[in-house]
């Protein structure tokens, strides 16, 4: 089946420094991306919708200038959290979607285990 | 609006007992419904999906669910667990207004299922 790669699986860094996620979609090209976050003991989160090519649509309550997301290419988004505080400490995880198909068919990354210190 | 509640943060059986993990909607539409699977270091798998078709649904792994609209309910069964059903469970609606499916992920909070020899 389909495969979404993403990297790093954990990441632990320092308050106020950035930190970069990739997701990437192996074997289809994935038009749609979304990012989720989820806290300890609590629900996935949508954060932001991204298409190919276009700007990000972020969730309410979700700042855009603080978790940067580039999805230039069809196979490749990237989540960049700016200037990152212990708050942000969270897992975040990707999904994708091909071409003409609905989100009853995503396909997940591994996800990223963020602790800022 | 939609949301979902899974009913358990842990569930804890015995290897070759059966598994029940539950989890109760609500949708102001007509929902489609999942359940994923994430295993430790890996992506959240797809193990069943109703989508307004036969209520029992039969998934992967021997999982089975059954969407009962007057329970709002869709609850996962195994007849017989495994030790490699260790795991977290997400339960997951879409709501399909408008007939179609590309409305948000709403996740459960999730549910980890421990497997005892």
């Known amino acids: 089946g389909a495969v979404v790669s993403q990297h790093p699986s954990r990441v632990i860094c320092k308050s106020g420094t950035s930190v970069k996620i990739e997701c990437r979609s192996l074997d289809f090209q994935a038009t749609t991306m979304f990012w989720y976050r989820q806290f300890p003991k609590q629900s996935l989160m949508l954060m932001a919708t991204?298409?190919?090519?276009?700007?990000?649509?972020?969730e309410q309550g979700v700042e855009k200038d603080k978790f940067l997301i580039n999805h230039a290419s069809l196979t490749l988004s990237t989540l960049t959290v700016t200037s990152a505080h212990p708050e942000d400490s969270s897992f975040y995880i990707c999904?994708?979607?091909?071409?003409?198909?609905?989100?009853?068919?995503?396909?997940f990354g591994s996800g990223t285990q963020l602790s800022v210190l | 609006a939609q949301s979902v509640t899974q009913l358990d943060s842990h569930v804890s059986v015995s290897e070759g007992t059966p598994v029940l993990l539950r989890c109760n909607y609500s949708s102001s539409y007509s929902p489609s419904l999942f359940w994923y699977v994430q295993h430790p270091n890996k992506g959240l798998q797809l193990l069943l999906k109703y989508t307004s078709a036969a209520t029992l649904v039969k998934g992967i792994n021997g999982f089975e669910a059954e969407f009962k609209k007057s329970e709002t309910s869709f609850h996962l069964t195994k007849p017989s667990a495994h030790m490699s059903d260790a795991a977290e469970y997400f339960c997951?609606?879409?709501?399909?207004?408008?007939?179609?499916?590309?409305?948000?992920?709403?996740f459960g909070q999730g549910t980890i299922l421990t497997v005892h020899p």
């Open positions: 997951v609606v879409i709501e399909n207004a408008g007939g179609t499916s590309y409305g948000k992920l709403t």
């Open positions: 991204s298409n190919e090519g276009s700007k990000a649509t972020y």
């Open positions: 999904s994708a979607r091909g071409r003409r198909t609905t989100n009853e068919k995503l396909f």
